[in-house]
């Protein structure tokens, strides 16, 4: 049994952040680059300019990319054989999540009920973490600052299985179309299927973390992810929602197991500030 300090999980948590929020990753900007050389629409291509200007800046300068640093979300893999000791490990997240938010100076967005008083807690926290048990003596945290805009454009719908790929294809399209501008695009889609309800929208929400330009393994898969995306930059929406080829850099898809009379489908939306980071201890 291998012993982690609970102290060590909320330095993690809370570097893992500030470099979220700070830098882009470069499967992302490399993307945002390719894409600008062949973008045929000269405000879509000035658009991107003005995206990548902004993303080097935020680097340099080690400020926000963008002025909503979102929900703080975390993806857990938690070795068996990992002993959490001196703390409590959610809350060691959630400090974590507090120092990055407070220390940092990153924009907190999280009101503590969503109803009636939405009171803002005024340090980005409660964190949504999600924990998988996994074998070996590591923990893997993959942290994102999920903004709320694309959030908002992000859709599930219980699909019967007679829908079929066709099914399948014409409702991602549709939600990524449907968005038109408000998500900030060029986005990033991810793609949730199978399992239940909350089961395909926590795997959409997965499929973001995926670098942009990983297909998955299942080659059915792969071409289905190529085949929506296409059809998605068809749309003409373009950077910034103001025309061009470039709406979507990516569509990523997970899938899982499901019921033989159900066919759920999740698409959550990200705009083109993907923010996201990730460490083993």
Known sequence: MREIKAEVIQNTVRDLFLQANYFIGKDVYDKLKEQCEIEESPVGKSVLKQIIENDEIASKEQIPICQDTGLAVAFIELGQEVLIVDGDFNEAINQGVREAYTKGFLRKSVVSDPVFDRKNTK???????????????????????????????????????????????????????????????????????????????????????RPVGQYNGDLRYAQLEDEILQEINKSGIGPGGLGGRTTALAVNIEYFPTHIAGLPVAVNICCHASRHAEKVI
Do not use: R, W, Y
């Open 123 to 209: 340090d980005n926290t409660p964190a949504i973490i999600h924990v998988k048990i996994v074998p070996g003596d590591k923990v893997k945290i993959t942290v994102t600052a999920k903004g709320i805009g694309s959030e908002n454009m992000s859709s599930l719908k219980m699909l019967k299985p007679a829908d079929g790929v066709e099914g399948v294809k014409k409702f991602v399209v549709d939600t990524a179309v449907n968005a038109g501008p408000n998500p900030c695009p060029p986005i990033i889609v991810g793609v949730g299927i199978g399992g239940t309800m909350e089961m395909a929208a926590i795997l959409s929400k997965k499929a973001l973390l």
